[in-house]
Structures are given as structure tokens and as C-alpha cells.
T-cell receptor
Framework: QKEVEQNSGPLSVPEGAIASLNCTYSDRVSQSFFWYRQYSGKSPELIMSIYSNGDKEDGRFTAQLNKASQYVSLLIRDSQPSDSATYLCAVRRSGYNKLIFGAGTRLAVHP | SAVISQKPSRDICQRGTSLTIQCQVDSQVTMMFWYRQQPGQSLTLIATANQGSEATYESGFVIDKFPISRPNLTFSTLTVSNMSPEDSSIYLC??????????????FGPGTRLTVT
């Protein structure tokens, strides 16, 4: 079992729809959770971090964390073609600095 | 966040040679990290570099192949030694910044695209 699992996609959504990206992790002592966006040929860009159960909203983005289910998700409302990218989920264990990355989900938003 | 620069942005090198990648950040940071991202793959941590101490390498990565320097709190270098085509990859540095309430976040530099022929 991979430490951080994501569906590789591609996830295809129409412009204006809600894109839902999911991530599960195996280590129960994981403490911090991150979503990075990576455009083709570019480096990862941090878009959301979440540390406690529940929802965290930032503009069109909402991160959701459920530690009991070991599940973290990212919702993108009013999806735009410019949101088309690979979204990487990353997890950090308690007491460690190291991030464990999932393989990423490719999102395609079509007009 | 942090403003991070890397040099070179890309390079094409011959096998058997070495390349040193520089990473500069606009503010002092304790933790710097070096990652590799092979084509179509996710990120793999090579090593963690703290100023004033030896770098800590992940399983599968050794100091002789990837020597790292961390001379101060804003700069680090990664050398890819005795390169082979399998070293063709994007090399990324990242830094850790405090996010408040005891938490921290990592920010990435623009990356160095290395091709070994």
C-alpha cells in the first residue's frame, strides 16, 4: 500500500463545475496535509494546507480533512480552464519535516 | 511564502561529468530540501539540508553521488556526480517556512531540468 494515494486521472470537468480531488494516506500519525498545483513544465505551487479535521476555504478552493477516515480532499468551485494542471497531495507525519507526495491527479477543465 | 531561485534552469550534460545546482532563497530558513522529479513521476526527496550540519539522505541516495552544501541560511547546492542518462530529471529545492501555530509549509524553487546524454 502506498503511503499517499491519489487517482491519477485525468479528471475531466466542464468549465464552471466543481472539481473534486481525493487523497488517502496510510500513516495515522500524519499531522499536516497539503495540496500543490503543478502546471506542465513548472514546479509545484502550494495552494492549500490543512491541519485539523473539517473544511478550510480559500477563494474557490476548499480542503477537507477527515483523520478518522485518513482522507483529504480538494474541491475547486467554478472550475476554469486555467485550473487544468496536476494536483499533488502531500502529507507530513508528526515529528518529521519530510513530506510524502502522492502521484498526483491530472485535472482537465474543458470549455 | 518564499522567493526561491535556482541555477541553472536547465542543462544538457555528458555522461561521466558532474553538475552543481544552486538554490538561493530571499530569507533565512533553517530547513532546505532537495527533490528529484523524473518524467511523468511525482516528487522524491533526495536529502534534507540544515545549515551547520551534514545533510540527511533518503534511502537510495548517497552523499558520494549527490553531495550537498549548506554554507548559510539562504543558500544550498546539490551536485549530481558522475552522471548517467538515468539522472535525467528535474531537480527541485524547497524551503520550509513557519505557518503559525507550530505548523510549517514547504515552498519550491523553479527547478533545474537536467538532461544527460
Amino acid at each position: 500500500q502506498k503511503e499517499v494515494e491519489q487517482n491519477s486521472g485525468p479528471l475531466s470537468v466542464p468549465e464552471g463545475a466543481i472539481a473534486s480531488l481525493n487523497c488517502t494516506y496510510s500513516d495515522r500519525v500524519s499531522q499536516s496535509f497539503f495540496w500543490y498545483r503543478q502546471y506542465s513544465g513548472k514546479s509545484p505551487e502550494l495552494i492549500m494546507s490543512i491541519y485539523s479535521n473539517g473544511d478550510k476555504e480559500d477563494g474557490r478552493f476548499t480542503a477537507q480533512l477527515n483523520k478518522a477516515s485518513q482522507y483529504v480532499s480538494l474541491l475547486i468551485r467554478d472550475s476554469q480552464p486555467s485550473d487544468s494542471a496536476t494536483y499533488l497531495c502531500a502529507v507530513r507525519r508528526s515529528g518529521y519535516n519530510k513530506l510524502i507526495f502522492g502521484a498526483g491527479t491530472r485535472l482537465a477543465v474543458h470549455p | 511564502s518564499a522567493v526561491i531561485s535556482q541555477k541553472p534552469s536547465r542543462d544538457i550534460c555528458q555522461r561521466g561529468t558532474s553538475l552543481t545546482i544552486q538554490c538561493q532563497v530571499d530569507s533565512q530558513v533553517t530547513m532546505m530540501f532537495w527533490y528529484r522529479q523524473q518524467p511523468g513521476q511525482s516528487l522524491t526527496l533526495i536529502a534534507t539540508a540544515n545549515q551547520g550540519s551534514e545533510a540527511t539522505y533518503e534511502s537510495g541516495f548517497v552523499i558520494d553521488k549527490f553531495p550537498i552544501s549548506r554554507p548559510n541560511l539562504t543558500f544550498s547546492t546539490l551536485t549530481v556526480s558522475n552522471m548517467s542518462p538515468e539522472d535525467s530529471s528535474i531537480y527541485l529545492c524547497s524551503v520550509e517556512k513557519g505557518a503559525g501555530q507550530g505548523f510549517s509549509e514547504q515552498y519550491f524553487g523553479p527547478g533545474t531540468r537536467l538532461t544527460v546524454t
